[in-house]
């Protein structure tokens, strides 16, 4: 949910709130967690990346939340990878407070690991997340060709070019620092509606700089996939029915998360990003991602249900 607070309903704040901020250092360092004894033998604590609007965003505890599980399993992720994780957001997380990150190990088998992850903040859960990892193995395959005719990212304008004529104190949130960059194919749903109403949207994402050669690992590669994953996956839900992120009276969060990882795939190189929306109902609506290399290698598909809510008497056509 691109530039939204991905929390509970009731915790959502008003449509001036602030992006998600930070470097590309900056974010590592928040996915470094350190062993929390004190909690138990698979615990771990971790800070967070300060927001405007007080609260925790929700790509960063989804991916430290995968670090924790991984760190039981294999840290590297070379010998036995992530390939699906699901998670649930349950409260806000409040970003001055560290998080710890209870991991329970549900079975190690000749090829898969399960693990589940409570993340906590004042001893009630704000996260859950269920992970499966996998020793690689040879089987069928197949993939869905990426999509054809998608402008290359060098030919599209990044979120501080195409919004540097913004100078209010609101839209000044869409030029944040952020450590993942956004080049999206059509005109994201941020400051002004869509005039084409379908659902979906195609936007190019990688990190702002390479990955360091000491973190340079798939585990980290995935951490840093799943927290760019919750940026723009309710965007074609806006797109379709003519609606902004800056509405008033706008409210949207995320309520679920689910991320399969299919083939290797760095973070720090072009993915592209197209999502959909299947269907929109009850307050509720569903967002279906699939990234590919440049050259139309799938390797990751995502999926999230967000809660969005019209709370003023703004035009809703």
Do not use: K, N
């Not at 998600?20 to 974010?27: Q, S, V």
């Not at 585990?219 to 902004?244: F, I, K, T």
């Not at 399969?260 to 307050?283: C, I, K, M, N, Y």
């Amino acid at each position: 949910m691109s530039e939204q607070d991905h929390q509970m309903p009731s915790d959502r704040a008003g449509a001036d709130d602030a992006a998600p901020a930070g470097t590309l250092e900056d974010l590592l360092g928040i996915l470094d967690l350190r062993a929390d004894p004190a909690s138990g033998p698979d615990s771990f604590i971790g800070q967070s990346q300060p927001q405007p609007w007080g609260r925790v965003y929700g790509g960063q505890v989804l991916a430290q939340a995968l670090v924790a599980a991984q760190r039981t399993v294999d840290p590297d992720g070379e010998r036995r990878p992530v390939h699906s994780m699901h998670a649930y957001f349950l409260r806000a997380g409040d970003d001055t407070e560290p998080i710890t990150f209870c991991v329970e190990r549900l079975r190690d088998g000749q090829s898969f690991s399960a693990r589940r992850v409570l993340a906590l903040q004042f001893g009630r859960a704000i996260l859950t997340l269920a992970a499966s990892f996998q020793m690689p193995g040879e089987g069928l395959e197949h993939a869905e060709p990426a999509p054809d005719d998608v402008p290359p990212p060098e030919s599209l304008l990044p979120l501080a070019q195409r919004y540097a004529h913004l100078t209010s104190e609101g839209a000044r949130r869409w030029l944040r620092q952020r450590p993942v960059e956004l080049r999206h194919v059509t005109p994201p749903p941020y400051v002004e509606p869509s005039p084409d109403r379908v659902a979906r949207q195609q936007l190019w994402m990688r990190t702002t700089g390479p990955l360091p050669a000491a973190v340079d690992t798939p585990a980290m590669h995935a951490a840093v996939l799943a927290y760019a994953s919750d940026y723009s996956q309710l965007e074609p839900v806006l797109r379709r029915h003519g609606v902004m992120f800056a509405l008033p009276g706008l409210r949207v969060a995320s309520l679920d998360h689910a991320m399969w990882f299919h083939r290797p795939a760095r973070a720090d190189e072009w993915l592209l990003v197209d999502v959909t929306s299947p269907s929109a109902q009850g307050a509720r609506a569903l967002g279906t991602s699939r990234f590919h290399t440049r050259d139309g290698v799938l390797v990751a598909s995502a999926a999230q249900e967000g809660m969005l809510r019209l709370t003023s008497s703004a035009d809703r056509r």
